[in-house]
């Protein structure tokens, strides 16, 4: 191992593991990049330290003058890289967090001393978008950041994660990650369709807005605008939901194998496992699934070892992208 | 041919539908899903469909989990047994 002079240093370049042996369909092998060995723990290292240095080349963050101060809605992994790398380099994070998230995401937050300001849980990330809106507007001195709509986000992964997929694994076929701000699926997804145009690209969400039941009407809906400004609806060529008790399945079937993985992980793998079974006949695949976090965020949810259908209920009212 | 299609509504779209979570319409397109829906609960139109009659932005709908916007959207053929779920657009991350 090489030695590496910050911790920020260690962002990006994750492994990429063969779980072939998890897929029912032969003519599919599966691989696995495991975000999750980001030094904050998640893929949203990479975004948090691309935005945070777009914005000190822009000069709207200074780095070294005390005092100042950044703004973010997260339902947590992009507020734990952003209070990570707010840490080291001496910037105070306030963070819009949904009442509903896992304990564990506020514990991370607080590790790094992020403020946490809370919104409400039944509005979801939906909520923590327009609480973060308003405190923006009302603190024009504070710097927001928006993963939402901050090009830094896909830039990372088009300029990162797509290139180490391309590298690792150039017979790369699909390419199956979740969708929560788009942003790994535009930039990998972008990245690796310009290398080989027959590249599919398919997005897996849960089923969040069954139990986003603090929205008024569907006019309170959010759609990312970094999705509709780079053209989300042209990349993808999938988009499928994956319930709570699939993503838990999922979850221990990849512990069988070794692999730790957060919940979102279980829902992209369920994604991969519907994509393999539609292969046509004599179609072989490589389906690279994105593993967002590690599972330590997870673990008071019970997911490896509690009774699954008490877990599933539970995950329900849980964001977990 | 228009089929028995179960549709199971969020919990925003549920005092329209008399607090149902799940409604049954017949149709044989995710079109003809919505438009039976807003005609059978009045109170849900202009949440699904625009007035030009495309899909509403901030709804997601899914055929068998699958979005039907990456399918061939309101023109998605509807079989027996499908099961359509819509879901408002929320984000995440």
């Known amino acids: ?321 | 041919m228009a089929v028995a299609v179960d549709v199971r509504l969020p919990t925003v779209l549920r005092p329209q539908a008399g607090g149902q979570s799940t409604v049954t319409v017949k149709a044989s397109t995710i079109g003809d899903v919505l438009r039976e829906l807003v005609s059978e609960f009045p109170g849900m139109s202009g949440q699904l469909l625009n007035e030009d009659g495309s899909l509403h932005r901030f709804v997601n709908v899914y055929v068998n989990d699958d979005d039907v916007r990456y399918l061939e959207s309101l023109d998605t053929p509807v079989k027996e047994g499908d099961e359509v779920s819509l879901l408002p657009a929320v984000a995440g991350g």
Not at chain 1, 107 to 134: C, K, T, Y
Not at chain 1, 155 to 181: F, K, M, N
Request: proline share 6%; with cysteine; hydrophobic share 40%.
């Open chain 1, 1 to 321: 191992m090489a030695l590496h002079r910050s911790s920020l240093d260690l962002i990006g370049d994750t492994p990429l593991v063969e779980v072939s042996e998890l897929s029912s369909n032969p003519a599919a092998r599966l691989f696995v990049k495991l975000e999750g060995q980001n030094p904050g723990g998640s893929v949203k290292d990479r975004v948090a330290l691309a935005m945070v240095e777009d914005a000190e080349k822009a000069g709207s963050l200074r780095p070294g003058e005390p005092g100042q101060v950044l703004l973010e809605p997260s339902s947590g992994n992009t507020g734990i890289g952003l209070a990570l790398v707010c840490r080291v380099k001496g910037y105070h994070l306030k963070v819009v967090l949904p009442e509903s998230v896992s304990p564990e995401r506020r514990q991370l937050l607080e590790v790094w001393g992020a403020e946490i300001i809370e919104s409400p849980g039944a509005e979801g990330s939906n909520g923590a978008v327009r609480m973060a809106q308003a405190l923006a507007a009302a603190h024009p001195e504070w710097v927001f950041l928006y993963q939402y709509a901050n090009p830094a986000n896909p830039r990372a992964h088009y300029s990162q994660t797509g290139p180490e997929i391309w590298r690792d694994c150039p017979d790369v076929t699909h390419l199956v990650a979740g969708l929560g701000t788009s942003g790994t699926l535009l930039g990998a997804g972008r990245y690796l369709k310009e290398r080989n145009p027959a590249v599919q690209v398919w997005a897996v969400e849960p089923p969040a807005g069954e139990v986003v039941d603090g929205l008024r009407s569907l006019d309170e809906g959010y759609i990312p605008p970094i999705f509709e400004e780079l053209g989300g609806s042209e990349l993808l060529d999938r988009k499928t939901v994956v319930r709570p008790r699939e993503s838990i399945e999922w979850v221990r079937r990849l512990a069988d194998v070794g692999i730790f993985a957060g919940l979102s992980t279980g829902a992209a793998m369920a994604g991969a496992a519907r994509c393999a079974a539609q292969l046509g006949d004599g179609e072989q695949a490589a389906i690279v699934v994105i593993s967002a976090d590690g599972g330590w965020k997870y673990l008071s949810s019970g997911a490896w070892t509690g009774d699954v259908d008490e877990v599933a209920e539970r995950a329900r009212s849980t964001i977990y992208f």
